[in-house]
């Protein structure tokens, strides 16, 4: 019985998957251990080198090859060289097959693809974040979309949806008296803009009820010409900037998120169904 172990963790991507297995094997033993990884193995040539090295170091193999072929040349000049070597992705893979009389892919590195989505997604919610409502222009040319639009337009709920899909968002509101800064107009025809709108009757209710809520006068006349003027402002700033406007009175986030990615071929384009 010996009273040390050393694993060999091996894969064809970068070997996380078969390390953290190896280890958190191990540790279920009272015994000296140690674990190697050995990362993007794709050649036969490889494997007889780690055999080699395992029959020197008196070595366990744990491996996560997904190419059959190697996986099955692992298997067999190990089993010739008296090593112990176990596919851990095997028994697995063959579950699912019969569960879903489905063949796997015997794609390399898809966790570690995976990875990169995550963290591009987190870069993504992130930079929407530091973005928002006008936040920090001098950056904001790193954006993959930036959203404009009238208060009231979900243009925050928005940013964060598409953010989440990983696309880097800003956006800038529009009121009566905004003037576009420098930094957004020097951006026209190289960042991807969206101006949001509203239709007047929506967005003179939404005012009158603000109005409500902070016992201001109500003189109507006045807020016609006040909401009409604050459209019209935002129309003018969709011109200059040659923006897609889009009209979000009856349309949900996923819909208009949907729109945007299709019109300008962002990362992805996705659909909700409620049951």
């Known amino acids: 019985m010996s009273e040390k172990l050393h694993i060999f963790a091996v894969s064809d991507s970068v070997g996380e998957t078969a390390e953290k297995i190896a280890i958190a094997s191990v540790l279920q033993f009272e015994v000296d251990r140690n674990v190697t990884r050995f990362s993007r193995v794709n050649k036969e040539e490889q494997v007889r080198t780690i055999v080699a090295k395992a029959v020197e170091e008196d070595a366990v193999i744990v491996y996560t090859i997904v190419k059959p072929e190697l996986s099955k040349y692992m298997e067999i000049h190990a089993k010739e060289k008296g090593i112990l070597a176990v ?24 966790t570690h693809t995976l990875d990169d989505q995550y963290f591009n997604r987190m870069k993504a919610i ?9 936040q920090n222009l001098e950056t904001i040319h790193e954006a993959n979309l930036i959203i404009l639009g009238l208060p009231r337009t979900s243009k925050t709920p928005l940013a964060m949806h598409l953010a989440n899909l990983g696309i880097k968002v800003a956006n800038y509101p529009i009121e009566i008296d905004t003037e576009i800064p420098q930094e957004i ?8 803009m969206v101006g949001l709108t509203i239709d007047i009757e929506t967005l003179m209710k939404l005012r009158k009820e603000r109005m409500r809520s902070f016992d201001l006068p109500q003189d109507i006349d006045s807020l016609d010409e006040m909401v009409a003027e604050e459209l019209d402002n935002a129309y003018r700033i969709y011109a200059k900037l040659k923006c897609l406007v889009i009209d979000v009175t009856m349309e949900d986030i996923e819909t208009v998120g949907n729109t945007i990615t299709h019109k300008f071929n962002l990362p992805l384009r996705v659909t909700h169904h409620r049951c």
């Open 185 to 192: 107009v020097d951006l026209k025809g190289k960042v991807s």
């Open 126 to 134: 992130e930079f929407t974040i530091e973005h928002d409502n006008g």
């Open 87 to 110: 596919n851990v992705m095997e028994p697995l893979f063959k579950v699912i097959e019969i569960k879903t009389g489905l063949k796997p892919a015997y794609i390399s590195g898809l």
